[in-house]
Every structure is written in C-alpha cells, then in structure tokens.
C-alpha cells in the first residue's frame, strides 16, 4: 500500500477517535496500535511498550511536574488578587488602567503559572466583577481577561515551550528566551487595542471609586515581588548555567510552595494537598499525551508517512512563505479544537523536516506555533479560556465574550506576520544570550 493511502486512513482514522470524544492520550494510542496492527502486522506490536517507556524516560521531563507545581502553588494562594490589586493600585489613574491592570496581571501571573486557565480564572475573579461594576461593557470586560490569559503559554517559563522542545528537540532554555520578545509585543498590542476599544465606546475616562495614595501602592508589593524574584532567580538559573531546566524548576516549585506557606499561611494538610492534587492530575495527563504522541510519531515514521510528506513538499514548487501560510492555517484549525499539548506534540514531529527544508528557524517556528495555540484557546468550539470566563461570569453569553475577544485574535494574526517580517524579535535574545544557533 502507498505512504498517501496509509496516510489518509490515519489521517480520518485519528480524526474519527478524536471527534468521537475520547481523551487525546487513549485516541492517539489507539490509532498508533491499530495503524501498527494493520499496516505492519502483529509482530510490530512488540516494540510499543519499549517506544512508550523510553519516550518518557528523559531527565528533561521531569521539569513538566515541577513548573506545574510552581503554578499550582501560586494559583492556590491569593497571589493572584493581590498581584491584580497591586497593578490596579498604581494604574487607576492611566485612561482605561483597570482594563490595562488586569491585562498587564494577567501577563505577569502568566509568567508565574504558565497556564492559560489558571491565569483566566485567578485574575478573571477579582477583575470581572470590578470591571463591570465601575461600568465597562461585558465583552471589554469578559474579552480582555480570556485574550490576557493566553499570555500564560508565550510568557516563560511556558509548558508549551518544554512540550515543543520535547518534541523537536530543541533548546529549552533558547525556546523560553525566544518568547520573551514576543510576549512583550502581544502585551503591548493588547493594551493598545484595549484603548482603541474604550474609546470606541467612550468609556476611556471610567476612573476608580477609590483613591489610593503612595503609601497604599508601596503597601501592595511585599506580597507580590517575593514570586516575582522567583521567576527571576529561576531564569538567571537556566540562563546563567548554574541549573538545568529541570533543577531550576524543582527549585523554583519548592520555593513557591514555601511562599505559599509563609506569606499566605497556606500551613493546613488540606491546602498542601489540594497543591498536590492538581499537579499530580495535570502532570500525568500531560505525560501520557508524551507518552502517546511520541508512540504516534514512531507510527508515522515506521510507515514512512512523515518521510513521503516532507519529500512530497520538498518537491514542490512552491514559495516556502506560502509553505508557512498553509501550515498556519492548519495549525489555527487544529487549535480550535485540540488543547496546545495535543496539537504541539502530534504535529511539531511532522512539521519538523518540512521546515528544514524550507530553510526556517526551529526556534522562531516555536513561538509562531504557540501563537498560533493562543487563538485557539479563545475560539470556539473548543476554546477552553471561554469556557473558564464563563464559569466566571455565567449571566455573560458566551456570544458577548467571543466578541469582547475578536480583536485580540486580530492582535495575535497581526503579531504572527510581523514575527515572520521581523523575526528577530524571537531570535536575537536567545542568539544574544547563549550564542547563534547552530
């Protein structure tokens, strides 16, 4: 049979389980076996178990449970009304600066979790219900807390980027760097539209009910700035040789939890359990998508299908920048319905040797991925950072927090083809740092 037949019945036989609801770790275990068994033979089976345990059986991993902790530990706490106080306390008098507070928190808390859900849910309590009070419309209001909470898989330290590092074998530590630049001009493009959008509807001079002094906005800090010098001491880690991603994360994870702890008296077996239980849910479900996907992509390359689609493009005559638009456009699909793992972890492995050939960046291509995630997590019909802001807000139709959110997936196209105009906006901080790539 042809690498194209094969191809295409994997293709509908991994859409089919997909669509059919099952979880994405047992749907693509399921298709890697059964495309095995049919494909190869039962003797091909033998290899599966010594293919799921060594695709896990990487030190590097090991930083996934730990970054994990670190953000369940700070989304626990009250890290996160605090954080959003603090930022509304020195902003309330900038045009629009209880929006802007909220974005900024949520890029700050972003890179505190490194979860899109926990940073929607632990910034979206606090600043919905003030927003809407003080008078902003439900879409501004619901809409810039779901766009601002896709920041967690761009800003580092990103689980996003540990996943596509796995999954390319790339540098962490080069793929962290590189979303720094990008983080900061999503931010920025987010403020800016957030202001075009309050003058839009004139509501740019909604100011507080409450005036706070220097001495209230100094008064904010002490609890916040202990977590943000964790994330600074754990990049200074990374990127200053003293750790690996997985030390600096093991650190970082256990100094967060002490904080937890300490600052907010989080000393009950309870609240160190219900650390615990979220990241031991979150982590294994990660994992076993490693493991699963990483069965999937030895599938794909035993039956020559990733081989045959990257020669079948390299034979192409074709533009490698209308190469990129198509693989943006899958991707975009892809994210409105699959999570970010899952699509990262099945695709980056077979993209991969088509954009060597093309002669693109791995690194850079990383960020445009997670770009590319980002506007699947507030598009529907997945969208899972709707959902959340939902859950927040429920006298909210989901229709008002989809449009309050339609421009920031404008932003995120736009940052997207700037990245590609200009793409040392992601490259010439990793190159800067650890050297150029080799």
Known sequence: MSPIVMGLAVFAG????????????????????????????????????????????DFTLVSIP?????????????????????????????????VISNLGACALFAALTGSSPATCAAIGKMGIPEMRQRGFPDEIATGSIAAGGTLGILIPPSLT?????????????RLFLAGVGPGILLTLMFIAWTM????????????ASVVWSWRDRFAALPKVLPFLAIIGAVMWALYGGVATPSEAAGVGAAFCVILAMTVYRMWRWQDLWRILQA????????LMIIGTAILFSYMLTSLY?????????AGLDVNRWVLMVWINLLLLVAGCFLPPAAVILMTAPILLPILKVA????IWFGVIMTINMEVGLITPPVGLNLFVINGIAPDVPLQKILKGAVGYVLCMLVAIVVLCFVPEIATWLPDRVMGPAM
């Open 14 to 57: 991994t859409l089919l389980v997909l669509l059919s609801g099952t979880p994405v770790a047992f749907a693509l275990g399921i298709v890697s076996m059964v495309s095995l068994l049919v494909f190869e033979g039962p003797g091909s089976l033998h290899i599966l178990a010594e293919t799921l345990f060594g695709g896990l059986d």
């Open 66 to 98: 730990m970054f994990v902790m670190m953000g369940t530990a700070v989304a626990v706490s009250g890290a996160g009304s605090d954080l959003y106080e603090a930022l509304d306390r020195w902003l309330y008098r900038v045009p629009g600066g209880l």
């Open 161 to 173: 980027f540990i996943l596509y590092g796995i999954a390319t074998e790339s540098s962490i530590g």
């Open 196 to 207: 075009f959008a309050l003058r839009h509807h004139r509501l740019s001079d909604v100011q």
């Open 279 to 286: 990241t031991t849910r979150e982590s294994v479900m990660i």
């Open 305 to 313: 299908l990733t081989q045959s689609l990257a020669e079948w493009i």
């Open 359 to 362: 002669g693109f960046d791995p």
